[in-house]
Antibody, heavy 122, light 109 residues
Framework: QVTLRESGPALVKPTQTLTLTCTVSGFSLSASGMCVSWVRQPPGKALEWLAL???????IYTTSLKTRLTISKDASKNQVVLKMTNMDPVDTATYYC??????????????WGQGTPVTVSS | SYELTQPPSVSVSPGQTARITCSGE??????AYWYQQKPGQAPVLVIF???ERPSGIPERFSGSSSGTTVTLTISGVQAEDEADYYCQSADNTGAYPVIFGGGTKLTVL
């Protein structure tokens, strides 16, 4: 059974760095073809893809946030970590991690975590 | 930049057919995927590769593609289908490997 669970602070202050952890089970992060992504959703707004890491440890970031994002993984702990620097109130959102089905650079999300809400406020 | 355009809302009566469109210049060459999201829940994949249905998704959900528009069709809509629906795809340059549409709120009258 594939599961993903996000964890991290519910509240961060402006300019701080957000660190979120996605703990997965039911699949191996080092298995061929396995990828994990982060997606966020501001309250009442659409989904926004942020970053992806694959089994080779290759990483892809959304262009608009590339300078602020770092995605990494620890396969031995079954964890994927997302860091976002210089947080701003507009970054207030629910942050989801999702398993990515990857096929010839076609990506889609077949399993999602429940999401973790993050509020940016002083 | 690249965008996928969806209508903000679609309304249908129970038992009718709902059609939700998603338009994008790269769709003739890129697969589209559809997600259903109910309030307070994570998205669920309902269609992949334009028209394939994951196991466990009811047969009333189907997808199609024609030129720069893909369509999610829900036949015989039920009250439980009321949700937000998002299309997802990519552009042809690699600059946008994952992009979501703005979402469509399906209301079952």
């Amino acid at each position: 059974q594939v599961t993903l669970r996000e964890s991290g602070p519910a509240l961060v202050k402006p300019t701080q760095t957000l660190t979120l952890t996605c703990t997965v089970s039911g699949f191996s992060l080092s298995a061929s073809g396995m990828c994990v992504s982060w997606v966020r959703q501001p309250p009442g707004k659409a989904l926004e893809w942020l970053a992806l890491i694959d089994w080779h440890d290759d990483k892809i970031y959304t262009t608009s946030l590339k300078t602020r994002l770092t995605i990494s993984k620890d396969a031995s702990k079954n964890q994927v970590v997302l860091k976002m620097t210089n947080m701003d109130p507009v970054d207030t959102a629910t942050y989801y991690c999702a398993r990515v089905h990857s096929e010839w650079a076609n990506y889609y999300f077949d399993y999602w975590g429940q999401g973790t809400p993050v509020t940016v406020s002083s | 930049s690249y965008e996928l355009t969806q209508p903000p809302s679609v309304s249908v009566s129970p038992g009718q057919t709902a059609r939700i469109t998603c338009s994008g210049e790269a769709l003739p060459k890129q697969y589209a995927y559809w997600y259903q999201q109910k309030p307070g829940q994570a998205p669920v994949l309902v269609i992949f590769k334009d028209s394939e249905r994951p196991s466990g998704i009811p047969e009333r959900f189907s997808g199609s593609s024609s030129g720069t528009t893909v369509t999610l069709t829900i036949s015989g809509v039920q009250a439980e289908d009321e949700a937000d629906y998002y299309c997802q795809s990519a552009d042809n340059t690699g600059a946008y490997p994952v992009i979501f549409g703005g979402g469509t709120k399906l209301t079952v009258l």
